[in-house]
Structures are given as C-alpha cells and as structure tokens.
C-alpha cells in the first residue's frame, strides 16, 4: 500500500515541470539541472507506477495521469509556498501588504501613505488594488479594506469609516446649472460607478427628490466619475470620506448638504485565525488616528432605507 504522500522532491520536480510545460525551465527555476529533474520525475512514475508525461521531439506533455495529478496538487503547492512567504515575512516584521480597492487607494490612502512612511520607515507597505473578494488562503496579503456591513464569515472586520453619499460638482457647474432645489438635479447629467451602481438611486430614493436616477454616464469605478465632475461633466454621488478634501479646499462643491448614510462601511480585514503582525497593528493604529483627525459630517443626514 502507498503511503499517504509521495515523496515531496520528486513530486515538487513534477509540479515544476508540470506548471511551466518544460523541463528545461523546471531545472531554472529548482536551480538543478534539466537531468536531475528527469530523474526525480522518473523516481515518482516509478513509484506511482504510472506515466506522467509523454516525452516529445520538442517538450513534454501531461499524460491523462498527469493531468489528474497536477489539477489535484497546483493549488496545495501554491498555498504551501504563500504560506512560508507569510511565515518568513512576519518574522521578519517590516512587509506590510495590503489590498484595498483602486478609489479607496487614490482618494483616502495613497494621499496620506507618505505620513506612515515617515512614522514607520523600517515597514515597507506594498499596496494592491482590486475589487474581487480576496481569499487570504492564496493571496500572499496581511490585511485588506473592504466594504459592505463587515459580517465575512472567517475574517475580522475592523470598521475604518461609514460609507455617507452626497452629491459633488465643480464650481464651475454649479453656478451655471443653478441647483437651487433638489428636483433641479433633473437638469444636470447625473455622473454614476458601476463599482457603486446603487448609490444615486439610495441617495435621492432617501432624500425625497423627484429625480430619475437611471440616466447620466456610468464610469468602471467612483475616481473616473468624480474626475468627470471635477470637469463640468455633471453631478458625481460621493462617498464623503472620498471628496471630504476636495469639499473643505473648493475644488469640487456639494449643490446639497443632505448626506445619505447607507449603514455600510469601509473595514479592514484579515483572518481571524492569523495573529495580528506588528506592522499590521502599527497600520491600524495610524489609520484610526487619521480618520479621527477628520472634518466634521455635513449638516443634514438621513439614512437609506436598506430593507
């Protein structure tokens, strides 16, 4: 009877060579000649008693074993590998890597990563943007900010910032589109982000105003529709810790100070069964500081009715 596992250097030589479709680059990349791996191959066809791959003029290719084989061990090799990256990392405590989407990294982090940097200079952040859902499993990532209610089963969800909407323009629009009412929203083009596609109708359906939220422009994610309001374009839906800047220095206007809290939010996260690096916490704490030194909540806020 086999054991339970094969023996690991053949079976790594395989998945080398396997993964890259050549011998010759699997001998690259294990830093071994291309015979050395011929022969751990050869060692783990022997003992499986099977062919692993058919030799060509030119290459190799998978034999239907092979291919079985291979499908069952990519993904174990590649979390083994990012697991040992993240042991090594944290051992080592000064790689931070993060994962946040690309509007929450131009408008809020970006901005103010340099004043982290200047707090913590031995931490090295490396920073990635996605709007996919992460999974910490094979991702070789510390933490990521994500949005919604903070209930994702497995991770721990630090809440950073309510998600508030208003609507923002340029100073340019709104003193020629004459915004006096929220109706008058009617006649301007309305800027939405298929990132956020509910946001113009939570905010108006809220508000009380008589306006179509179907029409205007729609743009991949938030920073391309606030970039077309910062030009006269039309009416952007913000999320306020987005434009807060841009709103306290003029350089984009809310027609309205009516804001909209939807009762989601921006959370970092990371697993609940990972031990918080100290970088990690460092991070943490340097956002809550941040966030705290922001500038009061417009005037007025009602709450979207999210049932």
């Known amino acids: ?53 058919r030799r060509l003029h030119r290459g190799i290719e998978l034999t239907r074993e092979g291919r079985e084989l291979f499908e069952g061990i990519a993904i174990p090799f590649q979390q083994l590998g990012n697991a040992t990256r993240r042991v090594s990392r944290r051992g ?22 340099g004043q982290f940097h200047d707090a913590h200079p031995r931490i090295e952040v490396r920073l990635s943007s996605s709007t996919e859902p992460v999974d910490f499993d094979t991702q070789n990532l510390d933490a990521a ?13 630090e809440r950073l910032v309510d998600i508030d909407l208003i609507p923002v323009c340029s100073p340019g629009l709104i003193a020629s589109a004459k915004l006096d009412r929220l109706d008058d929203l009617s006649k301007v083009r309305l800027l939405h982000s298929m990132a956020r596609p509910n946001d113009w109708a939570a905010w108006i359906a809220a508000s009380g105003a008589k306006v179509d939220p179907g029409p205007g422009l729609r743009f991949e994610n938030s920073a391309l529709a606030y970039e077309a309001a910062s030009l006269d374009i ?21 027609p309205f100070d009516t804001t909209c809290r939807t009762g989601e939010g921006y959370f970092l996260t990371w697993p609940t069964n990972t031990k918080v690096s100290v ?8 956002m809550r500081e941040q966030i705290a030194c922001e500038g009061p909540a417009p005037a007025t806020s009602i709450m979207a009715d999210n049932r």
Do not use: C
């Not at 970088?279 to 340097?286: A, D, I, N």
């Open 1 to 53: 009877m086999l054991n339970a596992l094969p023996p690991l250097n053949p079976l790594k030589a395989f998945e080398t060579a396997a993964r890259l479709g050549s011998l010759t680059l699997a001998a690259e990349e294990m830093n071994v000649s291309q015979v050395a791996v011929s022969r751990q191959v050869k060692v783990l066809e022997d003992y499986l008693g099977v062919a692993l791959f």
């Open 145 to 157: 900010i994500r949005s919604g209610d903070g209930a994702w089963p497995g991770l721990h969800s």
């Open 92 to 113: 080592r405590r000064d790689l931070l890597s993060i994962q946040s989407y690309t509007t929450f990294s131009q408008r809020w982090l970006i901005p103010r990563l």
């Open 279 to 286: 970088p990690l916490m460092k991070f943490l704490t340097w």
């Open 234 to 254: 039309g009416v952007a839906i913000g999320v306020k810790v987005f434009v807060q800047r841009q709103l306290q220095v003029g350089s984009m206007v809310a």
